[in-house]
């Protein structure tokens, strides 16, 4: 529980005005080892996301990934060539929605199938499809059809609030220690 205090702790700190906020990794999963860091994702609505930044924090080392809901976007995906890279993209996006959409709304994640169970509990308890169309977006998307999965992420970001709009673009600024994170949803 250490863990889980230290870095809420941090993020209530540093981003108190933070949309999201959510711990991965290794001590996520249960099985840190003495070497491990907190890996915690921020979602923002704004600058000075996007970012990733090393600290130590707590006597833990910190893995900061802050981003906007535009830099979880889909432009990996859309730009992906090839069905190995699309399929490997997709697993990813696909976590990173469903993430988001259970988060965004105070659920617990799981890890593994548990992600896909949480999804099936949201839409039973909302009366949505998201875990149908992500995994169904997923299933089409490793056979090099990416439409379903984006069509399933934007309904995903749609109920987040949508993106910015189209075009949006945002580079966070480097300095010494903070580098610029693309990852995208």
């Known amino acids: 529980m250490e863990a889980l205090e230290v870095a809420a702790?941090?993020?209530?700190?540093?981003?108190?005005?933070?949309?999201?906020?959510?711990?991965?990794?290794?001590?996520?999963?249960?099985?840190?080892?003495r070497t491990s860091d907190l890996e915690i994702t921020v979602l923002l609505a704004g600058p000075p996301a996007p970012y990733r930044e090393s600290l130590e924090y707590g006597g833990w080392p910190v893995e900061l990934f802050v981003h906007t809901e535009a830099s979880l976007a889909l432009d990996d995906l859309l730009g992906a060539s090839g069905n190995d890279e699309c399929a490997a993209i997709a697993a990813t996006r696909w976590a990173d929605a469903a993430e988001?959409?259970?988060?965004?709304?105070?659920?617990?994640?799981?890890?593994?199938?548990g992600v896909l169970r949480e999804l099936q509990a949201y839409d039973g308890a909302h009366g949505t499809t998201y875990g149908r169309s992500l995994v169904a977006g997923l299933r089409s998307a490793a056979n090099g059809d990416i439409g379903p999965l984006v069509m399933a992420v934007e309904g995903v970001l749609d109920a987040r609030g949508g993106r910015l709009f189209g075009g949006f673009h945002l580079a966070a600024e480097l300095d010494v220690g903070v580098h610029s994170s693309e990852s995208a949803l």
Not at 17 to 31: D, E, F, I, K, N
């Open 9 to 33: 702790r941090l993020v209530g700190e540093r981003f108190p005005g933070a949309l999201a906020a959510w711990l991965g990794g290794s001590v996520a999963r249960g099985t840190a080892t």
């Open 100 to 113: 988001l959409l259970l988060l965004g709304d105070g659920w617990w994640i799981g890890i593994g199938k």
